[in-house]
């Protein structure tokens, strides 16, 4: 089949090529390696890394940009003890 010059064509991206923005609350949990739990229960104290409800709502999506997991664990860095 002769590709058409009106149309061009596209490499179709394998998901595994993709990094998301955002993760959902298991994704993230993996991400610092905690639980969800330990992610829901640190909302509750209002601490951990911020967090994003799209949906307002008490059963909507808690969304984790990556960035914002990335600069709460950098916050938490501890520089070795100098001797």
Not at 2 to 13: A, D, E, F, G, S
Not at 37 to 63: D, F, H, I, T
Request: glycine content about 8%.
């Amino acid at each position: 089949m002769t590709p058409n010059p009106n149309y061009p064509t596209h490499r179709v991206l394998d998901v595994a090529e993709i990094e998301p923005e955002y993760v959902g609350e298991r994704a993230a949990a993996g991400f610092l390696g905690v639980t969800a739990e330990y992610l829901r229960q640190l909302r509750a104290r209002k601490m951990g890394p911020v967090y994003s409800k799209p949906n307002a709502g008490s059963n909507a999506k808690v969304l984790y940009a990556l960035a914002d997991l990335r600069a709460w664990v950098e916050a938490g860095r501890v520089p070795p003890k100098q001797t």
